[in-house]
C-alpha cells in the first residue's frame, strides 16, 4: 500500500463516494479538506468515506472525517465511513467518536442500508 494520499470521486446510488488512499495526516489533510468542500451535497444524500485504502490517520485526519461529518448534517445529509481499519476504529471508540460515525464494512453495504432506509 501506497503512504501517498489520494482521494478519488464517483457518485454511487445513494449520493458522492469519497475514496482516500494512503496517509491521512498533516500534510495531506488539505487534500481531503479539498475534497469535502468541492462536494455539492443535497439533502436525504448518503455521503461515503471508503476507508478501506487508508494506511495512516493522525489527529488531523480525523479531523477530516468531522468536517465531513458536518458538511453533511449542514446540507441534511447523511454521511458513514467504509471500511475503518482496525487502529482507527479503535481510536475512534477511545475518543467517543464510535458513537458519532456510522460504519459500514463495504461500500455495497452502506448503499443497501440507505436503499432499506428509504423504503
Not at 495526516?25 to 487534500?31: I, R
Amino acid at each position: 500500500m501506497s503512504t501517498d494520499f489520494t482521494v478519488t470521486q464517483h457518485t454511487g446510488p445513494a449520493g458522492p463516494v469519497l475514496t482516500f488512499t494512503g496517509e491521512l495526516d498533516a500534510a495531506s489533510s488539505p487534500t481531503a479538506f479539498e475534497a469535502i468542500r468541492g462536494l455539492e451535497l443535497v439533502a436525504a444524500q448518503l455521503l461515503l468515506l471508503d476507508l478501506t485504502e487508508l494506511g495512516f490517520c493522525d489527529s488531523s485526519g480525523i479531523t477530516a472525517l468531522l468536517a465531513a461529518h458536518n458538511c453533511a448534517e449542514d446540507a441534511d445529509a447523511a454521511m458513514a465511513l467504509v471500511g475503518v481499519p482496525d487502529q482507527l476504529a479503535r481510536i475512534f471508540s477511545l475518543i467517543g467518536l464510535d458513537g458519532i460515525f456510522t460504519v459500514y464494512p463495504t461500500v455495497e453495504d452502506a448503499h443497501n442500508a440507505w436503499t432499506a432506509d428509504r423504503s
